[in-house]
């Protein structure tokens, strides 16, 4: 599936793919992938459920 809303997408999957550039740059559990620093960083623009000021 390829999705616009990712997290969406990740929260229901068992397995995903993340693509850069045509190429796999990460494969891994739905979960993971949504918890994962650097995909949060280089692909999700911030950490799910936190403000700019890194707090809930």
Request: charged share 25%; glycine share 10%.
């Amino acid at each position: 599936m390829v999705e616009q809303n990712a997290r969406r997408c990740l929260q229901i999957c068992d397995r995903g793919y993340v693509l850069d550039q045509g190429k796999n740059a990460y494969t891994d559990t739905g979960h993971n992938l949504l918890n994962d620093p650097k995909v949060i960083e280089l692909y999700l623009g911030t950490l799910a459920g936190k403000n700019e000021r890194g707090t809930h």
